[in-house]
């Protein structure tokens, strides 16, 4: 049965403290490792919220704000921002702190869209709707279905005319 699920149901925060193995040879957190951890948190996040078993199906433009340094901690926060019919699309942040807590700062950020699938017949299923409730979900959730359409297109997966809110940046008048 579909129902209606709180984005607080399935936020996901994980926390990695940046050891040797983890760096290149400047001492910053590999760009991949990183890549690797936001992912596991956005797929717990989805899977969470779908309560079933899900796969990544794309990730936007993933930003390196700052350097993250070997013995630095970061805490990766992931919730969903929407459900559409068998997806979802999980907003993910990084922050960065001294192994203290002191100099916390936002260092990376991406979205990331899952397909729920049922484990036995590995075919998409369709997911619990989701509610915002406070203004920051509720514009996350408003400004998805955009995210979503531009992913499409780029992806090749939907013609620009077939567009409702970017159709205009993509044809001419």
């Not at 630095?72 to 919730?79: F, G, L, M, S």
């Not at 017949?121 to 409730?133: A, L």
């Not at 920051?136 to 013609?159: N, Q, V």
Request: hydrophobic fraction near 40%.
């Amino acid at each position: 049965m579909i129902k209606e699920k709180r984005v607080e149901e399935s936020k996901t925060i994980m926390t990695e403290m940046i050891m040797p193995n983890d760096t290149n040879p400047l001492g910053n957190l590999m760009g991949g490792n990183l890549m690797r951890w936001m992912d596991i948190a956005a797929g717990v996040c989805a899977a969470k919220h779908a309560e079933a078993h899900v796969v990544t199906a794309s990730v936007d433009h993933v930003s390196f704000d700052l350097p993250i340094k070997l013995g630095n901690v970061i805490t990766i926060t992931a919730i969903l921002t929407r459900a559409f019919n068998t997806s979802m699309e999980v907003y993910v942040e990084v922050q960065v702190a001294e192994i203290t807590g002191a100099n916390l700062r936002k260092s990376n950020h991406a979205y990331f869209s899952f397909v729920a699938l049922n484990a036995e017949t590995m075919k998409p299923i369709k997911v619990h709707k989701i509610s915002p409730e406070n203004p920051s979900e509720k514009a996350k959730y408003e400004a998805a279905t955009r995210r979503r359409e531009l992913r499409l297109i780029l992806s090749g997966r939907m013609k620009p005319e077939d567009a409702n809110d970017l159709k205009e940046i993509f044809l001419p008048s």
